[in-house]
């Protein structure tokens, strides 16, 4: 099972989905608001259920209008120039970020990994870990890596997480903005957003692959309800992020 995976292995299944989606859409090229983004980023995951992952925590922004946010098995998070776009202020960006971190936290990435591969990859690798693989040892293990990478990769771009999946990671992104001083209101007020200017076209990634905002949304205020006393909206952060993301705008 999935669960069977180690950090180290869940690392390398990761880095190269992020490869993967990087041949897709290219890094957006700005240092400044990539440093911006990486040390929120940071500093809500080390706010997380996983401080820590075998690779580090790694953000980044796509450089395409496509409006989509994605987290990759051991912590390699993608958002898009397009939502980062949509985001009013800190608070908004934030709980996006901590959305995405609730993926990684609760590994759902690799639990859209088809069983079957796995099973036949622990086949494989399980006899062939004390001696060199022999060629048709090896084009087969790769055939299973490419499969349970298309897997992931799939249901980051195409599919989505199981709604499950994602109620459970805005139930986190919840508490993880808190923990690490956020106003909670910055996911309900994304999802209001998008519930009232729904993109569509090529900009429509985030419906693609996301349940409702409408549906979410309901939950998402029962669940900041159930907080209490929870930190306000900081007009330092504000600013900080209008700095930050002037180049888009």
């Known amino acids: 099972t999935f669960a069977e995976i180690t950090e180290e292995e869940e690392y390398y299944?990761?880095?190269?989905?992020?490869?993967?989606?990087?041949?897709?859409?290219k890094a957006y090229p700005n240092a400044a608001l990539s440093g911006y983004i990486n040390t929120m980023g940071t500093a809500i995951a080390y706010s997380s259920?996983?401080?820590?992952?075998?690779?580090?925590?790694?953000?980044?922004?796509?450089?395409?209008?496509?409006v989509n946010a994605m987290a990759a098995p051991g912590g390699f998070i993608f958002v898009t120039k397009g939502l980062v776009e949509?985001?009013?202020?800190?608070e908004t960006l934030a709980a996006i970020l901590a959305h995405e971190i609730g993926h990684v936290a609760e590994r759902h990435g690799l639990q859209s990994i088809k069983k079957s591969r796995l099973v036949d990859a622990f086949k494989l690798i399980g006899g062939e870990a004390s001696r060199q693989f022999d060629s048709e040892t090896l084009v087969k293990v790769t055939g299973?890596?490419?499969g349970v990478l298309g897997d992931v990769v799939e249901t980051l771009v195409e599919r989505g997480y199981d709604r499950k999946f994602e109620?459970?990671?805005d139930k986190l992104a919840l508490s993880f903005a808190v923990r690490t001083g956020y106003?909670?209101?910055?996911?309900?007020?994304f999802l209001a957003g998008m519930e009232d200017n729904k993109p569509s076209g090529p900009a429509?990634?985030?419906?693609?692959?996301?349940?409702?905002a409408a549906d979410r949304l309901a939950r998402v205020k029962s669940g900041i309800g159930a907080l209490g006393d929870v930190p306000a909206k900081d007009a330092a952060r504000t600013a900080r992020f209008s700095a930050a993301v002037k180049v888009l705008r």
């Not at 259920?49 to 496509?66: I, K, M, N, W």
């Not at 949509?86 to 800190?90: A, L």
């Open 183 to 189: 106003s909670p209101d910055g996911l309900s007020e």
């Open 144 to 146: 299973v890596f490419e």
């Open 86 to 90: 949509r985001c009013s202020d800190e």
């Open 49 to 66: 259920d996983r401080p820590e992952t075998y690779g580090g925590y790694h953000f980044a922004v796509l450089d395409t209008d496509e």
């Open 204 to 212: 429509a990634g985030w419906f693609k692959t996301h349940p409702s």
């Open 13 to 25: 299944i990761g880095r190269a989905t992020a490869a993967l989606i990087l041949s897709k859409y």
């Open 167 to 169: 109620y459970e990671a």
